[in-house]
């Protein structure tokens, strides 16, 4: 529920910012967000990312070139988000009371442990060993989602895929409304 919340949330922005229709968003990246959920990598999709953002976005080659590869390694939202419901559902099996205090570190961190992961399969998990240790629940808890975590690692890369694209056509759009001599509207 949270990576569809997070993927509406995207396609919200790209409405709103970028004057880009979701459901032409979602058909014209159905075949890149499709690679990400079967390869569940974000640097395996990454020249389909920079492909699908030139040819059928009309994003410039150099901005593609820069935003697709600093967003698959500084933009992982969906694994962060997995991060902290997975910490939060873990403390509960453990029952470990999280107060505010505790909710904020679990955020900040997988935050910031996201930030610059690896864009290989199956990092999450390891990441989330380490949250765990931080909120005092015992890393082998790993063990009661690892079952559910190569679907979910899929999902996630999609939706990280996702919002690496929309980064690039809002980067494109910003940039063509700032250039001189256009009016700001979009062809």
Known sequence: ?????LL??????????????????LGKARELMLLAFSTSSSAAVMPLSMKTAIEKFDVRESVARFVIPLGATVNMNGTALY???????LAQVYQVDLGIGALVLIVMTAVGASIGSP??????????????TSIGVPPSGVALIIGVDRLLDMSRTSINVSGDLVASIYAERTLKRKEPGTTGQQS
Not at 119 to 132: M, N, R
């Open 1 to 5: 529920l949270g990576l569809a919340l």
């Open 8 to 25: 509406a949330a995207y396609l919200l922005f790209l409405r709103i910012a970028a004057g880009e229709r979701p459901l032409q968003f």
């Open 83 to 89: 991060q902290s419901v997975a910490a939060v559902f």
């Open 119 to 132: 864009a290989t399969p199956g990092v999450g998990i390891v990441i989330l060993a380490g949250i765990l």
